[in-house]
């Protein structure tokens, strides 16, 4: 079955980076859009970054937009969000969601179905 694994997550200090990693099994991910997602407390999630690897399209929110680089290595099954200039708004519950293709890009944020378990980014002086 579907299953993806989110790692990766931490404490940082203002300026640092994080790299996460989604690990996926029970399917190949060039069938597959993946995106990244985050909740910070009492805020709504909201959909940061999202690949289809088989089209080579990328989309950021704007936000994250020149700060944050989304990939996968194809070799390991696993999708990852480098995430660089962390600012302390970047707080929140990290998640890696897929879905099957639907066209050549991975838009919309709002169909994934499948969600792999969340990692806490921190990111504080």
């Known amino acids: 079955q579907v299953q993806l694994v989110g790692s990766g997550g931490g404490l940082v200090q203002p300026d640092g980076s994080l790299r996460l990693s989604c690990a996926a099994s029970?399917?190949?991910?060039?069938?597959?859009?993946v995106g990244w997602f985050r909740q910070a407390p009492g805020k709504e999630r909201e959909g940061v970054s999202c690949?289809?690897?088989?089209?080579?399209?990328?989309y950021y929110e704007d936000s994250v937009y020149g700060r944050f680089t989304i990939s996968v290595d194809n070799a390991k099954n696993t999708v990852y969000l480098q995430m660089h200039s962390l600012k302390p708004e970047d707080t929140a519950v990290y998640y890696c969601?897929?879905?099957?293709?639907?066209?050549?890009?991975?838009?919309?944020?709002?169909?994934?179905?499948?969600w792999g378990q969340g990692t806490q980014v921190t990111v504080s002086s």
């Open positions: 969601a897929a879905r099957p293709n639907v066209g050549y890009n991975c838009l919309p944020l709002s169909e994934y179905q499948y």
């Open positions: 029970g399917f190949t991910l060039a069938d597959y859009a």
């Open positions: 690949i289809s690897s088989r089209y080579g399209f990328t």
